[in-house]
């Protein structure tokens, strides 16, 4: 079984050399075309002077240069970079200067877009574009600029380089909650047994074909893509723009697996789906935040003959926990157990153990938590730290979550340990008040959130976007609370919007919210 996260792609090359690997619209490599195209993309790299460990960075929607790229990369015993194509310049800069990439692989409408920067990513000296670009003029410090075709087809050297599992093969950059963005280092280890714990319960199969619609720079939309290889299935690549390409795209292409976040989870049930989608689509799954009981109901009656798994994630252990779709109808709101290969607790902060339904850090130990956080050995120690007084002094990810346990064992989501609204000397979870309104089916999405207030410490704002001709109003929504909430839960205001900003992963963007808030406030 494979060791290395290329290796994935390897061994389904010997294994099924013919089965198609890969996908974007007509674009299709079997295993053996995209074992081929890794070797090349990783001479290339030596070809250029990149060494083991130096980093790649890759800032391109999904295709199939995406993907050669990541494998390539590692293939090469260097680190992979994703950087998403929905970032801003400058944001990419942050990343690009952050990690000290020595190469850079985008398109000529992005390289336009960083051109009078580049010169600030000091460690940056080659850059490869993947379209028909003029690239005849090489921006201040990038030595070598080459084609997507000219990169691939450089003099080869004789082998690739030894690599240890524990080598570092990616550096996934997440938002926080305070300051920029860090890069997470995930290990080969990491991620191939993340990939194997996750299509051990999924039970993926090479007759698998899975869509991939989140981000590559997503550990949730890269696990689409491991899982994949791991069982010599086929990956579909897909960029759109509205829902209903996805759906489109399910009967097209006959896929049998599809992963989304709540925001897409909450568009999709809206929409009308075909019958015949049910034929083949076998599983599908949700993480990066909480599904409401109202859509896992509309999917349940759209698809009654598809698995539903509820995930729970983070970067610096991959996936979790997870929730059987024999467990769904039982315990909706449930986050599940944890998945093979992973240990998951529930502590108080002194380290010891939580009692049943008593709220807790959930923490997890095992071979999927991460080697910390690039070039910020605070923030690592913060996070990544063995648990006090246990006999197990192996380093475990304190994840910021709040959860707690039923006496079955299940966990269930509390909200963020910094996310809790401190409001009349009480400590509310923005969560516990975002399930009430979820629970009306009225709402697409809801979202409450603390801003300062000179007497309460802070007030609750509810942003509200409901759902097309459901009547809903202020009043309406007023009456509810005071029915449903505890008075100091109330919401001191209420905003209803046509819908709401989303991260780059396609997660609800609370951080934005809060700072519109505070930027209206300013203003008054």
């Not at 890759?58 to 929905?86: D, M, S, W």
């Not at 600029?145 to 030894?162: I, K, R, T």
């Not at 910021?400 to 400590?427: E, H, M, N």
Request: proline share 6%.
């Amino acid at each position: 079984m494979a060791a290395l996260l290329h290796e994935l792609i390897f061994e389904s090359a010997i294994d099924r050399p013919e089965q198609p690997a890969l996908q974007y619209k007509s674009s299709l490599l079997n295993y053996i075309q995209l074992e081929s195209q890794l070797r090349l993309f990783a001479g290339s790299l030596q070809t250029i002077g990149i060494e083991p460990s130096d980093r790649v960075a890759i800032y391109l929607p999904k295709c199939l240069e995406n993907v050669i790229a990541i494998f390539g990369t590692l293939a090469a015993a260097a680190v992979f970079v994703p950087i998403n194509p929905v970032l801003k310049p400058h944001q990419v800069l942050h990343i690009l200067k952050d990690c000290d990439a020595k190469l850079l692989i985008t398109t000529c409408g992005k390289y336009r877009a960083l051109v009078d920067d580049l010169d600030e990513a000091v460690d940056l000296n080659n850059l490869v574009v993947i379209d028909d670009c003029d690239i005849s003029e090489a921006t201040a410090g990038v030595q070598h600029l080459f084609s997507w075709d000219g990169f691939m087809h450089l003099d080869q050297p004789q082998g690739l380089p030894q690599i240890s599992d524990t080598d570092l093969a990616a550096l996934l950059y997440t938002s926080g909650s305070t300051g920029s963005p860090k890069g997470v280092m995930l290990s080969h280890r990491n991620m191939v047994v993340g990939a194997k714990s996750v299509a051990e319960y999924l039970d993926n199969r090479p007759s698998d074909r899975i869509l991939v619609v989140l981000p590559l720079s997503f550990d949730y939309g890269m696990s689409q893509l491991t899982t994949a290889f791991l069982v010599g299935a086929t990956a579909v690549l897909i960029n759109y723009l509205l829902p209903m390409e996805v759906i489109n795209t399910l009967v097209k292409e006959r896929i049998t697996g599809l992963a989304a976040v709540p925001p897409l989870w909450n568009a999709l049930v809206e929409l009308k789906w075909p019958a015949e989608v049910a034929d083949h689509l076998r599983y599908i799954t949700s993480s990066g935040g909480v599904v409401p009981v109202e859509t896992t109901g509309q999917l349940r009656r759209n698809l009654p003959d598809t698995d539903i798994y509820l995930m729970y994630g983070l970067t610096e252990a991959f996936r979790s926990t997870y929730l059987s779709p024999d467990q769904l109808d039982r315990r909706p709101t449930s986050m599940g157990q944890a998945i093979p290969n992973a240990e998951v607790r529930v502590l108080r902060a002194d380290g010891k153990p939580c009692e049943i339904d008593e709220p807790g850090e959930l923490v997890h130990l095992g071979p999927l938590v991460a080697q910390g956080y690039w070039k910020d050995d605070q923030a690592t120690r913060q996070r990544f730290r063995p648990i006090p007084d246990s006999l197990d002094q192996s380093i475990a990810v304190w994840s910021g979550d709040i959860v707690k346990r039923d006496g079955d064992g299940y966990l269930y989501f509390i909200g963020r340990a910094d996310d809790q609204i401190k409001t009349s000397g009480y400590r509310v979870s923005p969560h516990e008040i975002e399930s009430i309104f979820q629970a009306t089916g009225l709402l697409n999405e809801v979202v409450a959130l603390g801003i300062p207030h000179p007497v309460l410490g802070q007030s609750i704002v509810l942003i509200v976007a409901p759902k097309v001709d459901q009547g809903v109003t202020e009043e309406l929504l007023i009456n509810l609370c005071k029915k449903q909430l505890t008075s100091y839960m109330i919401p001191s205001r209420i905003i209803i919007r046509n819908s709401m900003p989303t991260n780059p992963h396609g997660k609800l963007d609370r951080k934005l919210m809060a700072q519109q808030l505070m930027d209206d406030i300013a203003d008054q």
